[in-house]
Structure formats: structure tokens, C-alpha cells
């Protein structure tokens, strides 16, 4: 079955870029979606089909696919933007998720 | 605005039964293609399941450590999105959300799918 890794955790100094990966096999040829989830809280759509932002996401976020990585970035990192964040994508017909990487804002 | 109001959660022994709701509303529910997504204490997200919508032919499909004891079903009448849930084990206690999906398909058949809004979660725990 198809996997997704995703580092367990990321630290970023607010102000800061900080970038979290996502890992597959030839990832670039799926489409990947990216969710925060921030603690007691249910997971939020962040990017959907690699780097499309809802209208309702602030614009310092961001994502992109190439290769076998997906990366979402947060530029102008805030305190508020500490949360767990998962990748996720869609292979033979069943959803995927990544592991999730827990972000620090410190 | 999309609301989507998960309920039925509860402690239920080993092998028991449990069925889950989603009351959902501020779109047009009987066109939407549906998702039950579950998270274990502690754990990432997994996907459980999905339901398409009737003019797109119903289809449902379930992920393999669910099959055969899991059961999605909706009732378009009442905006109600449900999960009956049967053989339980203790590997099933998690909160359970229930998700409006977005299935979009590109011009090389390549497939996006993923889940524009989710339910508060309702926890089920299994346990003697």
C-alpha cells in the first residue's frame, strides 16, 4: 500500500520560515492536501491539490509537489500557527494520510 | 455556513455495535460526497470510508481494517450521514468525524480528493 512520510516534528522561530515535507513515491503525480489540527481541535483543509489556498487560509501559507516530496510552508511563522499538521493524498481508489508533524513555535 | 454535528459515541464492550451520526447543513447534502475519518487517542488521522452521492451513483468504499464491519449509510430526506459500527475492537476506539469530500478529476485522469470540511468529533471507546 502506498505510504506518506511526514518528520515527526518541525521548529520554527516565529517570524521564520518553517517548512514541512511529505515523502512518496512519485508523490508529483498525485494530488496532495495538507490539514492543521490544533490541540482538542478538528483537522482544517489548509492546501488542496498541491497549492491551492481556501479563501479563508491566510496567504503565509503555501505548497507545492515535485519529485517524490510535497512541501508546505509557512512564511511569517506565528504562535498561533503551532499545531499538528498532515498530509494526505489519494491512491488506488482509498485516501492516504501522513504520519503528521507536530510544528513548534518557539 | 457548512455545519457538520457528529453524535452517537459512547463506550461499547469488545464485539458490541455503535452507530454514528452526522447531521449536516448550509450546503446541498444529497449532492455531496461524504467521508467518516477517525483518530485514535494520541494518533494521526485515518481514513475509514466514503459515500458518494445518489446522482453519482451511491458508491461505497471502505478501508480495509473496516470492511465487513463497518457500514456507511446516509439519509438524504433528513441530512443525516450515519456509521454503523459492528464487531468492535479495541484498535476501533477513536473520535470519529464525519467530512464533506471534494472528488475532482483532471484532464489526464489524474484523481484529487480531500476533505473541505469536518464535524467536532464524536469518541467512541471500546473497552470491557
Known amino acids: 500500500s502506498y505510504e506518506l512520510t511526514q518528520p515527526p516534528s518541525v521548529s520554527v522561530s516565529p517570524g521564520q520560515t518553517a517548512s514541512i515535507t511529505c515523502s512518496g513515491d512519485?508523490?508529483?503525480?498525485?494530488?496532495v492536501s495538507w490539514y492543521q489540527q490544533k490541540p482538542g481541535q478538528s483537522p482544517v483543509m489548509i492546501i488542496y491539490?498541491?497549492?491551492k489556498r481556501p479563501s479563508r487560509i491566510p496567504e503565509r501559507f503555501s505548497g507545492s509537489n515535485s519529485g517524490n516530496t510535497a512541501t508546505l510552508t509557512i512564511s511569517g511563522t506565528q504562535a498561533m500557527d503551532e499545531a499538528d499538521y498532515y498530509c494526505?493524498?489519494?491512491?488506488?481508489?482509498?485516501?492516504?494520510f501522513g504520519g503528521g508533524t507536530k510544528l513548534t513555535v518557539l | 455556513e457548512v455545519q457538520l454535528v457528529d453524535s452517537g459515541g459512547g463506550l461499547v464492550k469488545p464485539g458490541g455495535s455503535l452507530r454514528l451520526s452526522c447531521a449536516a447543513s448550509g450546503f446541498t447534502f444529497n449532492n455531496a460526497w461524504m467521508s467518516w475519518v477517525r483518530q485514535a487517542p494520541g494518533k494521526g488521522l485515518e481514513w475509514v470510508g466514503h459515500i458518494k452521492s445518489k446522482p453519482d451513483g451511491g458508491t461505497i468504499d471502505y478501508a480495509a481494517p473496516v470492511k465487513g464491519r463497518f457500514t456507511i449509510s446516509r439519509d438524504d430526506s433528513k441530512n443525516t450521514l450515519y456509521l454503523q459500527m459492528s464487531s468492535l475492537k479495541t484498535e476501533d476506539t477513536a473520535v470519529y468525524y464525519c467530512t464533506t469530500d471534494v472528488s475532482y478529476v483532471d484532464i489526464v485522469a489524474t484523481r484529487a480528493y480531500y476533505f473541505d470540511y469536518w464535524g467536532q468529533g464524536t469518541l467512541v471507546t471500546v473497552s470491557s
Open positions: 494526505q493524498a489519494w491512491d488506488s481508489s482509498t485516501v492516504v
Open positions: 512519485k508523490l508529483e503525480n498525485k494530488y
Open positions: 491539490r498541491d497549492s
